[in-house]
T-cell receptor
């Protein structure tokens, strides 16, 4: 049962890259890392996931270390609308165990 | 309608009332989920349905009763709730439970129990 550790909060200036770290030191070889975000009073939104290789989509990039014990979600040009709680999840069987996440505040 | 919809968006009920929450997904998915999000707490998975069959019940009290008549609809029937059941109830869907990592969430129902 891999757990994740994220900082409770982070700030980022608008237009700059937001780098959100996540530690998952007990991750198993076949477990994926998923990232979601939840904007205030809305349902969570899937962002990206990966296993070993770095991944990129229209929303973000995911960098996973070679030993897979940590990862970083990168929002390349943060906007005010990216203010949200970001969840890093290591999938356990069919469960998505949402932790407390990181509250990212993008400031003008 | 697109994505995952939930009705009502807000609900206030007394402890003796019976009410139902409705979730509908327009994504052609086969797995649906109910989550509870209390104030300042992480999301808690309540129930999972895969191809209309309940595959998970996370020790949820019997005052919460799910129903999944088909792959597109999911209900949560509520009766004799307690004030501590006040929370945001979120529905989600995925292609199937094997792809539970990529879930699409609805906007939630904000429930207040008086």
């Amino acid at each position: 049962d891999a757990k994740t550790t994220q900082p409770p909060s982070m700030d980022c200036a608008e237009g700059r890259a937001a780098n959100l770290p996540c530690n998952h030191s007990t991750i198993s070889g076949n477990e994926y890392v998923y990232w979601y975000r939840q904007i205030h009073s809305q349902g969570p939104q899937y962002i990206i996931h990966g296993l070993k290789n770095n991944e990129t989509n229209e929303m973000a990039s995911l960098i996973i270390t070679e030993d897979r014990k940590s990862s970083t979600l990168i929002l390349p040009h943060a906007t005010l609308r990216d203010t949200a709680v970001y969840y890093c999840i290591v999938r356990v069987v069919n469960d998505m165990r949402f932790g407390a996440g990181t509250r990212l505040t993008v400031k003008p | 309608e697109t994505g995952v919809t939930q009705t009502p968006r807000h609900l206030v009920m007394g402890m003796t009332n019976k009410k139902s929450l409705k979730c509908e997904q327009h994504l052609g998915h086969n797995a649906m989920y109910w989550y509870k999000q209390s104030a300042k707490k992480p999301l808690e998975l309540m129930f999972v349905y895969n191809f209309k069959e309940q595959t998970e019940n996370n020790s949820v009290p019997s005052r919460f009763s799910p129903e999944c008549p088909n792959s597109s609809h999911l209900f949560l029937h509520l009766h004799t709730l307690q004030p501590e059941d006040s929370a945001l109830y979120l529905c989600a869907s995925s292609q199937d439970s094997g792809r539970a990592g990529e879930q699409f969430f609805g906007p939630g129902t904000r429930l207040t129990v008086l």
